[in-house]
Nanobody, 125 residues
Framework: QVQVEESGGGSVQAAGSLRLSCVVSGNTGSTVCVGWFRQAPGKGREWVAR????????TYATSVQGRFTISQDNTKNTWYLQMNSLKPEDTAMYYC??????????????????RGQGTQVTVSS
């Protein structure tokens, strides 16, 4: 059984940084892609970034390009989202999702089979 668990959220002032972690446990090895999503109160879930297996290729939403970095540590089955230059509009619940195949090409968390419960990020001005 595959489980996904996020951690690392918290409260920070604008321009600050946070690093979110996503542990994917179960029989996945390093063959899954991982996506990060976020959902602010009253808004829909927004795709933030993803990283592909093997190549480690990454893509980002325009809103976070240049400020956020997604990475992976295969030895720990852990993926990270380093968030720098945070803005109040980055305030949201952040979710991690993992899967293989076609899900890796989408920007919808519901297309991923394995999803976490989220970690809250609050950025104050």
């Amino acid at each position: 059984q595959v489980q996904v668990e996020e951690s690392g959220g918290g409260s920070v002032q604008a321009a600050g940084s946070l690093r979110l972690s996503c542990v994917v446990s179960g029989n996945t090895g390093s063959t899954v892609c991982v996506g990060w999503f976020r959902q602010a109160p009253g808004k829909g879930r927004e795709w933030v970034a993803r990283i592909f297996p093997v190549t480690g290729g990454t893509t980002y939403a325009t809103s976070v390009q240049g400020r956020f970095t997604i990475s992976q540590d295969n030895t720990k089955n852990t993926w990270y989202l380093q968030m720098n230059s945070l803005k109040p509009e980055d305030t949201a619940m952040y979710y991690c999702a993992a899967d293989r195949g076609a899900a890796c090409l989408t920007r919808h968390s519901y297309d991923y089979n394995y999803r976490g419960q989220g970690t809250q990020v609050t950025v104050s001005s």
